[in-house]
């Protein structure tokens, strides 16, 4: 069974750099893309990146000038960098497995409240 | 980006009651649509993919139809455990879209 945790600060300041890790975990990270979605509180899901352990990404042209995802696969882990954040940046931050075959979001981590403030 | 709708964006209904929500896509994605279950303070569940197939050890209750733009997720007998949002998600092209949920609470 795949298993995957989040981690990194729960606190951002303004205009600095979200940085969150995803550890995998029962599985061999070349079987999913990984992929990183947040949720500001009270409100839906925005697909935020995805990469596969080869290294190909994608990323949401909306935060894309942002955004970088990248991959270690001999720790298992895959991470996100979010630059300039401010408070609309504030959400739950979910890693989770895509299933290559049909795109769906498999395993999802229990996600990290990131909150946005000085 | 393909935008996707949900109908309604909130139902009441009762435990034992058949509950159809239903998605739209902006443009044909095929068959490529997913489901998802989402309760308070928990990841998204996957229920559904490629619009009918049954995700792994989700109950029989649940079910998926459509293709091109028009999508629904059926309930057939709703259970105490299934109050909940559930969201639709395209996975034809990128970027990946959610439509904004559906919550289904008790009547």
């Known amino acids: 069974q795949v298993r995957l945790q989040e981690s990194g600060p729960g606190l951002v300041k303004p205009s600095e750099t979200l940085s969150l890790t995803c550890t995998v975990s029962g599985n061999s990270m070349s079987s999913y893309y990984w992929t990183w979605i947040r949720q500001p509180p009270g409100k839906g899901l925005e697909w935020i990146a995805n990469i596969y352990y080869s290294g190909n990404t994608n990323y949401n042209p909306s935060l894309k000038s942002r955004v970088t995802i990248a991959v270690v696969t001999s720790k298992n882990q895959f991470s996100l960098k979010l630059s300039s954040v401010t408070a609309a940046d504030t959400a739950v931050y979910y890693c989770?497995?895509?299933?290559?075959?049909?795109?769906?979001?498999?395993?999802w981590g229990q996600g990290i409240l990131v909150t946005v403030s000085s | 980006d393909i935008q996707m709708t949900q109908s309604p964006s909130s139902l009441s209904a009762s435990v034992g009651d058949r509950v159809t929500i239903t998605c739209r896509a902006s443009q044909s994605i095929s068959s490529y649509l997913n489901w998802y279950q989402q309760k308070p303070g928990k990841a998204p569940k996957l229920l559904i993919y490629t619009a009918s197939s049954l995700q792994s050890g989700v109950p029989s209750r649940f079910s998926g139809s459509g293709s091109g733009t028009d999508f629904t997720l059926t309930i057939s007998s709703l259970q105490p455990e299934d109050f909940a949002i559930y969201y639709c998600q395209q996975s034809y092209s990128i970027p990946r879209t959610f439509g904004p949920g559906t919550k289904v609470d008790i009547k």
């Open positions: 989770a497995s895509t299933d290559p075959n049909h795109g769906g979001f498999q395993h």
